[in-house]
């Protein structure tokens, strides 16, 4: 296995990671958080050919995004 292989497994993993915990913390579904997390990164990586740094922007933009949806949503 190449060592950029092995590093971007590492990020999509931590990537989602971070975001099964939040969603844990949040009292909401972690398989769906991180589903959206593993679905961002691949797009980023495979579909749009971004390096680490597409990927961890495309993260960036799926928190934004979770963060406007949740603050839209009036409990």
């Known amino acids: 296995m190449?060592?950029?292989?092995?590093l971007m497994?590492?990020?999509i993993g931590g990537c989602a990671?971070?975001?099964?915990r939040a969603a844990e913390f949040e009292n909401?579904?972690?398989l769906a958080w991180a589903g959206l997390s593993l679905l961002?990164?691949?797009?980023c990586?495979?579909?749009f050919r971004f390096g680490w740094v597409g990927i961890l922007l495309g993260q960036v933009a799926l928190f934004?995004?979770?963060t406007i949806y949740?603050?839209?949503k009036k409990p």
């Open 64 to 66: 934004v995004g979770i």
């Open 9 to 11: 497994g590492l990020l």
């Open 17 to 20: 990671l971070f975001y099964y």
């Open 28 to 30: 909401n579904s972690g």
């Open 45 to 47: 990586w495979r579909l």
């Open 40 to 43: 961002v990164s691949i797009l």
């Open 70 to 72: 949740r603050a839209a």
């Open 2 to 6: 190449s060592y950029s292989l092995l």
